[in-house]
């Protein structure tokens, strides 16, 4: 089993949700079969050299907020291009629909969750600081990913993009001691990693998706994204997937995620 994580984060501004607060920051992992490895990376980098030709561009790999904001080197594609790819890769996740384990930490995780003084302790250990959204988000991420259903009987390997470690060095070891040589975490490049740029895709669709859903005048290339999220049906026992009508509000918004709160038994 390969695991690839990436980050992603809200703004801090205060929003009008009850549910979805300021300082939300997000970890993805996306699992892949041991058997899909080296036919997605190969043909990630056929398509970003394919890319790079047909548009003439200088960029070394997909990194989806530049790709929608023409930031960097896909400043030069012109016309909707950018959008283009991004439902490629769309198409991409429809046709393997790779497990996702999503993780948000924001100002209303804290008033809902204590803390257990047992995971400052183990989060020292992987130099996480729990009191930083980011860090905490990681943390709960990699115990969903020690509760996965057989976890313990495959060989393991996750890539955690660099930026909290260097690429190269050790993630998470002490939390996987128990597999011995099983397990092989590292921090990596999204530049020399392809499975990360899965990654990076799939947490700027899911970030972007709820900052749509806060958003008060939608516009239609906004419309036409929440629609292909529709379409891509995440494969996440993280995301509750509904139907709302077009023009939704926050009020429609906050009211999906109050039933969803009294199913859990939080409300």
Known sequence: MYIAIDDTYGGGDTTSSRYVTSNR???????????????????????????????????????????????GGWSQIKDDSNLDVIEFFAEIYCNYRWKIL?????????????????????????KLNLKNNSHLSLFYLILKIRLINNIRLENLRIFMDE????????????????????????????????????????AFMINRMTYLGLKKNRTEIDKWFLELCGR???????????????????????????????KKGLE
Do not use: W
């Open 163 to 202: 930026g909290l470690g260097k690429s190269g060095s050790i993630f998470a070891a002490p939390f996987f001691k128990d597999f011995g040589s099983r397990y092989q975490g590292r921090y990596a490049s999204s530049k020399e990693e392809p499975l990360l740029q899965i990654a990076d895709f799939l």
């Open 232 to 262: 891509m049906s995440f494969n996440s026992d993280d995301l509750v997937q509904v139907r709302l009508v077009e023009n939704f509000t926050i009020d429609d918004f906050d009211y999906q995620h109050k039933k969803d709160r009294v």
């Open 102 to 126: 999503v993780q948000t930490v924001d100002d209303r995780t804290r008033k809902d969750h204590s803390i257990p003084k047992e995971f400052d302790e183990l989060a020292k250990t992987l």
């Open 25 to 71: 920051r997000t970890h993805v992992a996306v699992i892949f079969e041991d058997h899909q490895v080296e036919e997605i990376r190969e043909n990630i980098e056929i398509c970003l050299h394919s890319i790079k030709a047909r548009f003439s561009i200088n960029v070394d790999e997909f990194h989806f907020t530049d790709i929608y904001n023409r930031s």
